[in-house]
């Protein structure tokens, strides 16, 4: 189907100017902000992405194939794990050794499930090995010690012959893993110990003093960090420990509202509204956090990161209420474009997120059942989006129509634009209007005496609640788009209703 039949549900194509200054970059878009999240909760890590290497679904040495080949697809960059609040209940010893041997928990946080450990830190690595992304550990703060959380440093990255490598030998790993990132704790002002933000910022001093840094392995240590509007915790974070963090953590979920979350599949206009509204709010709750780290670190040097985002409904009817499991549609993928808009928008200090969750759970890139596999809207958004991994945002200016509903306006068209190594400009706009078209008027300053050529994909539906399923996998998907008029400055973009679209201009 041509993208131009979408265009038949819009009402009226509302005008709005994109200014490009394609000549002036303001930094690196880091490709940490497309990272991802898998915890043991639910059918992410087991059946999504852990079968075992006796499996009659194909697999690598237990790592489904499908899956795999899929994530490969969008470049993953970095993976967070073992959780979320699982982090704080998890040992890791627990999960190393012969299989057969390990210890079999309660997963008491997730519906009280018997975890058999058979996923762990060499099955996790061997993961971010295949994806070629960077490992982000999450230590056990709540319900661990410095001790455990020292050890397990040691574990991974010790390339002499302490006991504790020698243990890693003879488990199958000769040579010490990279590691990178390592985060103290996981809201640790909720499932991770109910703190006041002054006694946890004392415990993350005392634990990140026995991280060390073995060889020339260097730990980028990421500090527990506030949930949304909790100022409070990062005014305390950054005044006790900011010369002791490299990065401090912020959480963020949109949902309607804690007590009723809704269906994610089955919803008014009034609730996509509303959804795209608290979208949109990550904005002003990064500039609020920024503003804080900004007092007692100028330079910038301390990352926000980001590490769990996501939209978050009532879990699918007949599953499992403590799975998480949901469906994904075309409003989760404008909620993951306006997002990864936001974040390219605050690179001076957003340099890592991660979105929760990877298969299975919340918002999530990738879905199983059995042996089949399919991937969601937001899947899509991301592999349109790699496009802006490492590369040099453009300062832009965006003069917006708004998307009106019952008295409420919300800006009609997103944006984000950068440049790449080769000297493409990408730009991301997405529509948030589920009923109206967007006519971007998309103005080039700094290559006037250059002609490019323009491409780029588009994705939408007629049906705002469009998904795919395993009977219909291919029900939403991206598809060329032609709706490009070129003009004495640019040229014309004519979004459809409710759509992401990814241009790029190569001169």
């Known amino acids: 189907m041509d993208y131009r039949d ?9 005008s709005s100017t994109l200014l490009i200054n394609s000549d002036k970059t303001a930094g690196i878009i880091d490709k940490n902000i497309y990272g991802h999240f898998a915890e043991h909760l639910g059918r992410c ?7 075992g290497e006796h499996s009659p679904i194909p697999n690598t040495y237990g790592i489904r194939n499908d899956v795999l080949h899929a994530l490969r697809r969008i470049q993953v960059p970095v993976l967070r794990w073992p959780g979320g609040c699982f982090a704080e209940y998890y040992h890791w010893k627990d999960g190393v050794g012969p299989r057969q041997y390990r210890k079999r928990t309660v997963n008491s946080f997730w519906g009280q499930v018997v975890e058999t450990n058979q996923f762990g830190t060499h099955e996790f690595m061997l993961l971010c090995d295949l994806l070629q992304c960077e490992p982000y550990v999450a230590g056990n703060v709540g319900s661990g010690t410095e001790q455990e959380m020292s050890e397990w440093i040691e574990y991974m990255t010790y390339p002499g012959e302490s006991s504790l490598a020698l243990w890693r030998q003879a488990n199958g790993r000769k040579l010490p893993w990279r590691l990178k990132y390592f985060g103290i704790g996981n809201e640790n002002w909720g499932c991770g110990g109910n703190m006041r933000p002054e006694y946890y910022a004392d415990l993350y001093r005392r634990y990140q003093t026995f991280i060390y840094n073995y060889g020339d392995n260097k730990i980028f240590k990421i500090a527990s960090g506030a949930g949304e509007t909790n100022y409070e915790w990062t005014e305390v974070m950054m005044r006790e420990a900011a010369n002791r963090l490299d990065g401090l953590s912020l959480h963020y979920y949109t949902v309607l509202s804690w007590e009723n979350k809704g269906s994610a599949t089955v919803f ?4 996509w509204f509303l959804i795209m509204k608290k979208a949109l ?11 804080i780290m900004d007092k007692y670190d100028p330079d910038k040097r301390v990352a926000l990161v980001v590490d769990e985002w996501g939209t978050w409904y ?29 974040f390219n928008s605050h690179n001076d200090r957003v340099r890592m997120a991660n979105i929760a969750q990877m298969v299975n ?20 958004v991301f592999e349109m989006y790699k496009v802006h991994q490492n590369a040099e945002r453009l300062d832009i200016g965006l003069d917006t129509g708004m998307y009106e509903y019952n008295g409420e306006q919300l800006p009609q068209v997103s944006a984000s634009a950068s440049k790449d190594a080769a000297g493409a400009i990408h730009i991301s706009l997405c529509n948030l209007n589920p009923a109206d078209g967007a006519n971007v008027d998309v103005q080039l300053r700094g290559n006037e005496n250059k002609r490019g050529t323009v491409y780029g994909t588009v994705l939408t539906s007629h049906d705002m609640h469009a998904h795919n399923t395993f009977q219909q996998p291919d029900a939403i998907k991206p598809a060329p788009f032609y709706g490009v008029t070129v003009t004495a400055e640019g040229f014309t973009a004519e979004l459809p209703p409710m759509s992401v679209v990814v241009l790029t201009i190569k001169y």
């Open 6 to 14: 979408f265009m038949i549900n819009g009402r009226r194509a509302v």
């Open 45 to 51: 890590i087991y059946d999504g992405i852990w079968v």
């Open 268 to 271: 008014t206009e009034k609730e």
């Open 281 to 291: 709010f990550i904005d002003e709750v990064i500039t609020g956090h920024s503003e």
């Open 314 to 342: 009532d879990v699918e009817p007949g599953t499992n209420p403590d799975f998480l499991y949901q469906q994904n549609t075309l409003r989760d993928a404008l909620v993951a474009g306006i997002t990864l808009n936001i």
């Open 361 to 380: 759970v919340l918002q999530a890139m990738i879905l199983t059942q059995g042996a089949m596999m399919i991937v969601t809207p937001s899947y899509y």
